[in-house]
């Protein structure tokens, strides 16, 4: 790879930043010098860097701030699980960057109401008929049922969901299968959908000769969103996953169920991406361990 193959893989990490993440000017700036001035140390060999290239990429930075190699690792992670989305390479050599005392941002919230309004909206514009409406539907449905990511959504062959089968095998984040359960209510939207697909596309949700992609399922949900009465930053595909997630932990749902459900190699990851309600933990505690009554353990002990 070279110093122009590396500005290629930037260009289009940026051009999704703004696309999909609405990222302000000055911060596609800030992450253009941090990745271009990363691909320079590395001799222009950024996009296929292994781990131990990291490593020495984190040893030249040690004269700076911590709070800048903070952003200098968290902007290379960012790029790095944009190449693996896009199946321009298969791993993320980003573990390997440094943590240097920076706290990783808890992802956006999406409570049961905002979940409900969403939905009424696709009831209301299913109401009114037309195939944009069928379609929307499924993938709402997928993305907040299933936890789906959008690479995965978008890319899911004509018939990935079977009508009779509750779950399907997809292979995600690494070339790992994981089963993923789709809900009837999913089925049934999906069913409603497939009806209107070309039977000669290799897709489910096709879009010309190929599929949809995240830019346009990113448009879709933003817009969805703003006729609910949610403001659109507060909504795009991820935040739909992260929802499954918030939502099956608050059920009572299995921490490790969950890290399967999601694809995550790490249960570290589940624990930061789901955002478990605190109180929710403190109730468990408080009504399980065999120390929550402080009145009978201060019946058992004896004065001194």
Known sequence: MSASADRRLVDAFLEMLAA????ARNTLLAYERDLIGASELLGGE????????????????????????????????????????????????????????????????????????????????KA???IAALRLSALVELLY???????????LPRNAVSPD???????????RERLVPISDRARAAVSS??????????FLFPSGRKHLSRVRLHQLIKALAADAGIPPERISPHVLRHAFATHLLEGGADLRAVQMLLGHADIATTQIYTHVDSRRLIDLVNSRHPLADSRSVDARRKPA
């Open 20 to 23: 999909e993440a609405g990222a």
């Open 46 to 125: 950024l996009g296929e860097a292994s781990p131990e290239a990291l490593r020495r990429l984190a040893e030249a930075w040690m004269p700076l701030k911590r709070s800048t190699v903070a952003r200098k690792s968290a902007a290379l992670r960012r790029f790095f699980g944009f190449l693996q989305d896009e199946g321009i390479r298969p791993d993320d050599p980003s573990p390997a960057l440094p943590r240097p005392g920076a706290d990783r941002p808890l992802p956006k919230i999406l409570d049961h109401r905002a979940v409900d309004a969403l939905f009424a909206e696709v009831e209301r514009r």
């Open 128 to 130: 009114e008929g037309g």
């Open 145 to 155: 049922g299933s936890g789906l990511r959008a690479t995965e959504l978008v890319s």
């Open 165 to 175: 089968k509750p779950f399907l095998i997809l292979k995600g984040k690494g070339g």
């Open 193 to 202: 959908w497939l009806a209107q697909v070309p039977r000669d596309s290799p």
